[in-house]
């Protein structure tokens, strides 16, 4: 499968955890087809896609569903090598990054998505 096969995000457009994903996405020149989401009503996709957790964003690349931005970002950065990395090559320097997004995360970002 090439990296660029089939690539839908799903979320809506004012969520920090999806225009993460997408900056990611647009940094690697990736082309996807974006799949918007209302709020108050999950589609049928989404919910086959994330069936735990049933929040965006998520990423389905060649029919596989990848939740959770981070995830998601790491999995972008390794999938699709084009370019610049989005993460540091040092371990502890990737630790660090993760460290940070994930306190972004829980203190700055306090709305929820979906």
Known sequence: ???SDDVKLLGAAP????NRVQIALNL???DYEFLEQTFG????LLLKSNPVHKKIPVMIHG????CESLIIVQYIDEVWTNGLGILPSDPYEQAMARFWAAY???KVCFWSDF
């Open 28 to 30: 690697k020149h990736v």
């Open 15 to 18: 969520s920090a955890y999806v």
């Open 41 to 44: 009503s999950k589609s049928e």
């Open 104 to 106: 972004v995360d829980d």
């Open 1 to 3: 499968m090439a990296p």
């Open 63 to 66: 029919g596989k569903p990848i």
